[in-house]
């Protein structure tokens, strides 16, 4: 069975107004997952799509890479350049829903891409992160704790391949009429999900690479260490530390003082 996910279509680059972002949230933790129409300017996603082509083409650490799937990478981002951008990372649309979620005191828990190379198979479906308490009942009945941002940088489609979502199973994924769900982006669109979904990217049937970007957001006290257990989840100078406002700083200090060693 296939159903519709819960849209919003966003007209301005401010916070959403406190009842719109309420209602948001609300059809976040039905569904588990809501599409941003229009969070970016397309002319915005294809700056970021040049500078990622630019830095991640080539020269890449070793421990910076994870294989997630045939023909798969997950890269952590340096912040820097165009990806120290706040329009990525600390967009104030997705935040006010966010934070709708997860209360006012939250991190980026992780800043990475993941690119699909041309004719890069189907993944299987899953969760990102494993359970907090390994009890399936259990991990289901709490509140959300991992929020992930999808940004594209080019279009999803039958063609270049979407991500396929089973609206509710974040709070049970064990219900026998699980519906999925299969959304098209156009750059500029964005995905918000629960990182206890099941979902699984789409093959890639282009003949181009399907670069995405993924900004999750934890409560102060989560850490990914099923995905970050051997590379780092957020990648910051002091530097660039220095020079963001109040605001950001709180999103990536901690990846500072916890450096990955």
Known sequence: ????????????????????????????????????????????VA?????????????????????????????????EGAFASPDIFANPVALSIVAELLGEDFILGSYVAVTSQPGAAAQSD??????LFEDVALDASVPAYSIT?????VALNEITGSTRFYPGSHRDPDMEDLTMAVPDAEPGDAILFDSRILHGGQANRSDSPRPILYCTYHRTWYR????????PAVVVDDSTLARMPDAERRLVSWASREAYD
């Open 1 to 44: 069975m296939t159903a519709s996910l819960p849209t919003i279509t966003i007209g301005s680059a401010d916070p959403l107004p406190a009842p719109v972002a309420a209602h948001a949230a609300r059809q976040f933790a039905d569904a588990g997952v809501i599409i941003l129409k229009n969070l970016l300017p397309a002319h915005r």
């Open 47 to 79: 700056e970021f799509g040049t500078a990622y082509t630019e830095r991640y083409s080539t020269g890449i650490s070793a421990h910076r890479i994870k294989e997630v799937g045939d023909d798969r990478a997950m890269i952590t981002l340096s912040m």
């Open 126 to 131: 899953h969760a990102d992160q494993a359970g």
């Open 149 to 153: 941002l999808v940004i594209p940088l």
């Open 224 to 231: 990914d260490v099923s995905n970050f257990r051997d590379m």
